[in-house]
């Protein structure tokens, strides 16, 4: 499978297939990125017409792409006597531009002179994000001629908003000459010379002020190329090579990911088709790097609070209180031809929000930050007791959007499914049909309903009287109890033995055998008297594949491996499963997943677990890839190493006490798990887990702050029936 070549700096994307080239009709949205429109949609390097052949290319460096060609033998010249060696960096934009770098190095391997032309085609077409993933507009604005000068080209657009964007491309040395949309070179190469081909391509948009206003700006963007927190969090380290291998990339993919916005840094969801802030990816990345950086929580928040819902809008599906699906700033979106500029059409932002609200303030005991954002956690309640609660059943549900043309030139797109398994044939029943009788209640939601009413019940309740929240705090664990009961009720399949992935309309089951019960894990809403059934159906063959957990059960009629959602296999999931497997006391099917996942890592280059792969099972023919369409790297998915790691520790600070449980466990083929300088209930920790002679170790190596630090064993029954580790001891 080939390959992409993908790179960030900030809010630029470049984009190109294995061998460096760019093509506008790509299905894997090539191109250079920013501001959600395309300045570069063709790329394409050339020997005397003749394609150079690849030796190799990697992105392992940030923002940096590399390529090694050889030449095929050409008018004389044999074959692989060339060198070519291309490198492509970007540079963070500063007054509405920003520039890309890409040196050009030919060398002559031989010993007589090598004559050659060197031809790089160029295009710029300057697609809006949404038609480099095809969508078909009604109407463009028109592509300007080109500008040659002796020594750069300059094409540019103006769109139907009169926002006028340009790429010019400047060539040192000077091109011999432009035609047929190429930059043409002669060169001559002595033996052993080599030249360099220097190209800077500036991009200017006056787009830049229309997408700050969007953003609801409030400070100036800083042009830095990571947070001012990011180098201060958490430093991990294991006895585990892979898992050193997968935690390294995955902070080098967050640094990349995580963008500046005009009040906050936010981890855009995946590159190179989604390099823009998706609510629910955001919110999930948080929650699973809480133990490595609860600052990235403190951003995430702030960014979603200012964006969050004020008026009722069938258009974007916004309504007051509700947390955004997805921000974007391209041309389609200021036009207001799509609804996804500031789109609210996703049913678990709002709850999700308000549980990493919980969580961000059970970790720091940051009480300012509450106190500023209160409001908007009220307003994210309001919204799940009126809006998400379409038909008075007390579930959050959500209804297929379908918005109204707000104008001659929108195109009606909406959003029919509105869990994190959004595709249209998602939700589906066990004989395979879609279910369309909605309002839907998907089954984690609810879990994150659960997970939220009862965190903030505990933090409430936790708090000092003088915020007067107790009363609330009582108000909110009656209600995440009837939630249980509820829940427990009326999603559990008897028949099948395993809750059910949604009530539809009518509150019948959707009754497909789905990892969406797994979440309800980690929330703690399955009954201690039903989760080894749940645990038993997920571990099972049909579900758990040699590189984690599937989507759908392949005993179902719509099970498809290859699929987007009905049977592929994703990072982020598998680690909020394995968390909740954890919590309710399944170490052995938590270290299943586990080494499942780090089995996956094998097939990715670099050990990037991409956004979703695919694969039938290790038996056959061993064989794993990414989903075709999967972005890579994806923000929820470099975070699901965070969550592991802190699963396996299982560290759980107590809301507003100096208190820290912990429940560790190392997994087969783990001897030590280390972290140091771990924010903290406002404090630094530092602690080491170590297995010896049968037993767990724990060191706690710094504590300045004097936590009182609780360690708790593994699950009784759990550790005497299959053998894990005796109970931890402090050292």
């Given at each position: 499978m080939?390959?992409?070549?993908?790179?960030?700096?900030g809010?630029?994307?470049?984009?190109?297939s294995?061998?460096?080239s760019i093509?506008?009709?790509?299905?894997?949205?090539?191109?250079?990125?920013?501001?959600?429109?395309?300045?570069?949609?063709?790329?394409?390097?050339r020997?005397?017409?003749a394609?150079?052949?690849?030796?190799?290319?990697?992105?392992?460096?940030?923002?940096?792409?590399?390529?090694?060609?050889?030449?095929?033998?050409?008018?004389?010249?044999?074959?692989?006597?060339?060198?070519?060696y291309?490198?492509?960096?970007?540079?963070?934009?500063?007054?509405?531009?920003?520039?890309?770098?890409?040196?050009?190095?030919?060398?002559n391997?031989s010993?007589?002179?090598a004559?050659f032309?060197?031809?790089?085609?160029?295009?710029?077409?300057f697609?809006?994000?949404?038609?480099?993933?095809?969508?078909?507009?009604l109407?463009?604005?028109r592509?300007?001629?080109?500008?040659?000068?002796?020594?750069?080209?300059?094409?540019?657009?103006?769109?139907?908003?009169?926002?006028?964007d340009s790429?010019?491309?400047?060539?040192?040395p000077?091109?011999d000459?432009?035609?047929?949309?190429?930059?043409?070179?002669?060169?001559?190469?002595?033996?052993?010379?080599?030249?360099?081909?220097?190209?800077?391509l500036?991009?200017?948009?006056?787009?830049?002020?229309?997408?700050?206003?969007?953003?609801a700006?409030?400070?100036?963007?800083?042009?830095?190329?990571?947070?001012?927190?990011?180098?201060?969090?958490t430093?991990?380290?294991?006895?585990?090579?892979?898992?050193t291998?997968?935690?390294?990339?995955?902070?080098d993919?967050?640094e990349?990911?995580?963008?500046?916005f005009?009040?906050?840094?936010?981890?855009?969801?995946?590159?190179?088709?989604?390099?823009?802030?998706?609510?629910?990816d955001?919110i999930?990345t948080?929650?699973?790097t809480?133990?490595?950086?609860?600052?990235?929580?403190?951003d995430?928040?702030?960014?979603?609070?200012?964006?969050?819902?004020?008026?009722?809008?069938?258009?974007?599906?916004?309504?007051?209180?509700?947390?955004?699906?997805?921000?974007?700033?391209?041309?389609?979106?200021?036009?207001?031809?799509?609804?996804?500029?500031?789109f609210?059409g996703?049913?678990?932002?709002?709850?999700?929000?308000?549980?990493?609200?919980a969580?961000?303030?059970?970790?720091t005991h940051?009480l300012?930050?509450?106190?500023?954002?209160?409001?908007?956690?009220?307003?994210?309640?309001?919204?799940?007791?009126?809006?998400g609660?379409?038909?008075?059943?007390?579930?959050?549900?959500?209804?297929a959007h379908?918005?109204?043309?707000?104008s001659?030139?929108?195109?009606?797109?909406?959003?029919?499914?509105q869990?994190?398994?959004?595709?249209s044939?998602a939700?589906?029943y066990?004989?395979?049909?879609?279910?369309?009788?909605?309002?839907i209640?998907?089954?984690?939601?609810?879990?994150?309903?659960?997970r939220?009413?009862s965190?903030w019940?505990?933090?409430?309740?936790?708090?000092?009287?003088?915020e007067?929240?107790?009363?609330?705090?009582?108000a909110?664990?009656?209600?995440?109890?009837?939630?249980?009961?509820?829940?427990?009720?009326?999603?559990?399949?008897?028949?099948?033995?395993?809750?059910a992935?949604?009530?539809?309309?009518?509150h019948?089951?959707v009754?497909?055998?789905?990892?969406?019960?797994?979440?309800c894990?980690?929330?703690?809403?399955?009954d201690?008297?039903?989760?080894?059934?749940?645990?038993?159906?997920?571990?099972a063959p049909?579900?758990?594949?040699?590189?984690?957990i599937?989507?759908?059960?392949?005993?179902?009629?719509?099970?498809?491996?290859?699929?987007?959602?009905?049977?592929?296999?994703?990072?982020?999931?598998n680690?909020?499963?394995?968390?909740g497997?954890?919590?309710?006391?399944?170490?052995?099917?938590?270290q299943s997943?586990?080494?499942?996942m780090?089995?996956?890592s094998d097939?990715?280059?670099?050990?990037?677990?991409p956004?979703?792969?695919?694969?039938?099972?290790?038996?056959?023919?061993?064989?794993?890839?990414?989903q075709?369409?999967a972005?890579?790297?994806?923000?929820?998915?470099?975070?699901?190493?965070?969550?592991?790691?802190?699963?396996?520790?299982?560290?759980?600070?107590?809301?507003?006490?100096?208190?820290?449980?912990?429940?560790?466990?190392l997994p087969?083929g783990?001897?030590?798990?280390?972290?140091e300088?771990?924010?903290?209930c406002?404090q630094?920790?530092?602690?080491r887990v170590i297995?010896?002679?049968?037993?767990?170790?724990?060191?706690?190596?710094?504590?300045?702050?004097?936590?009182?630090?609780?360690?708790h064993?593994?699950?009784?029954?759990?550790?005497?029936?299959?053998?894990?580790?005796?109970?931890?001891?402090?050292?």
């Amino acid at each position: 499978m080939q390959h992409r070549r993908i790179i960030k700096e900030g809010p630029i994307v470049l984009a190109t297939s294995e061998d460096g080239s760019i093509t506008a009709d790509s299905a894997s949205s090539q191109g250079l990125f920013l501001a959600d429109t395309r300045f570069l949609s063709t790329f394409c390097l050339r020997l005397n017409d003749a394609q150079p052949m690849l030796v190799g290319s990697t992105e392992e460096q940030l923002f940096e792409l590399s390529y090694l060609f050889a030449n095929p033998a050409i008018d004389g010249i044999p074959e692989r006597t060339l060198g070519i060696y291309q490198h492509s960096t970007l540079q963070e934009r500063s007054s509405g531009l920003a520039h890309v770098h890409i040196d050009i190095t030919l060398l002559n391997w031989s010993l007589q002179t090598a004559e050659f032309e060197v031809s790089i085609e160029i295009g710029c077409d300057f697609f809006d994000s949404f038609e480099a993933r095809g969508v078909h507009r009604l109407k463009r604005g028109r592509l300007l001629d080109p500008e040659v000068g002796s020594d750069s080209v300059t094409l540019a657009y103006i769109g139907l908003d009169n926002v006028k964007d340009s790429t010019c491309i400047r060539s040192d040395p000077a091109m011999d000459r432009f035609e047929n949309s190429r930059l043409l070179y002669h060169l001559s190469l002595a033996g052993n010379e080599r030249k360099l081909i220097h190209l800077e391509l500036s991009l200017h948009t006056d787009s830049m002020k229309a997408q700050e206003e969007l953003a609801a700006p409030q400070p100036e963007i800083t042009g830095l190329r990571t947070p001012p927190w990011f180098g201060n969090a958490t430093r991990i380290s294991s006895s585990n090579d892979t898992m050193t291998e997968i935690l390294h990339r995955s902070i080098d993919d967050l640094e990349a990911l995580i963008t500046e916005f005009p009040n906050a840094w936010f981890p855009t969801a995946g590159l190179p088709r989604f390099a823009v802030p998706f609510g629910r990816d955001g919110i999930i990345t948080a929650l699973q790097t809480l133990a490595w950086n609860p600052l990235l929580a403190h951003d995430v928040l702030c960014f979603l609070a200012a964006r969050q819902g004020k008026e009722e809008n069938p258009w974007n599906y916004e309504q007051p209180g509700k947390i955004m699906h997805e921000m974007h700033t391209g041309e389609l979106a200021r036009l207001g031809a799509i609804p996804f500029g500031l789109f609210y059409g996703s049913v678990d932002s709002t709850p999700l929000f308000l549980v990493l609200g919980a969580e961000y303030v059970r970790w720091t005991h940051d009480l300012e930050l509450f106190r500023r954002l209160k409001p908007n956690f009220d307003a994210a309640w309001k919204w799940i007791d009126s809006y998400g609660n379409i038909d008075d059943s007390g579930y959050v549900q959500y209804q297929a959007h379908t918005p109204p043309k707000a104008s001659s030139d929108a195109l009606t797109v909406g959003l029919f499914n509105q869990g994190w398994k959004d595709s249209s044939i998602a939700v589906v029943y066990s004989n395979g049909a879609i279910v369309r009788d909605h309002p839907i209640a998907l089954a984690e939601v609810q879990g994150y309903l659960y997970r939220a009413l009862s965190m903030w019940a505990e933090i409430y309740l936790a708090m000092p009287e003088s915020e007067g929240v107790r009363e609330d705090g009582v108000a909110l664990q009656q209600r995440a109890a009837a939630l249980k009961k509820k829940f427990n009720d009326e999603f559990w399949m008897e028949d099948k033995a395993y809750y059910a992935m949604a009530l539809d309309g009518h509150h019948h089951h959707v009754d497909v055998v789905t990892s969406n019960p797994g979440h309800c894990l980690w929330a703690r809403l399955i009954d201690d008297d039903k989760a080894e059934a749940v645990v038993d159906a997920l571990t099972a063959p049909e579900m758990l594949s040699t590189w984690g957990i599937r989507t759908m059960s392949t005993q179902e009629k719509a099970f498809n491996a290859f699929s987007y959602h009905d049977g592929s296999i994703w990072p982020f999931e598998n680690s909020i499963i394995m968390a909740g497997l954890k919590k309710y006391g399944y170490v052995t099917a938590a270290q299943s997943v586990h080494e499942a996942m780090l089995d996956a890592s094998d097939y990715f280059e670099l050990r990037r677990w991409p956004e979703v792969y695919c694969g039938v099972s290790r038996d056959p023919a061993g064989v794993l890839a990414r989903q075709p369409d999967a972005c890579r790297p994806q923000a929820w998915s470099a975070g699901a190493i965070f969550l592991i790691i802190q699963t396996w520790l299982g560290i759980a600070p107590r809301p507003f006490a100096q208190h820290v449980d912990i429940t560790p466990v190392l997994p087969k083929g783990l001897q030590e798990l280390v972290v140091e300088n771990m924010s903290i209930c406002g404090q630094l920790l530092s602690l080491r887990v170590i297995r010896e002679a049968g037993s767990l170790l724990i060191d706690i190596a710094d504590n300045p702050g004097n936590l009182d630090i609780m360690i708790h064993p593994a699950s009784e029954h759990e550790r005497h029936l299959k053998g894990e580790d005796m109970p931890a001891q402090v050292r």
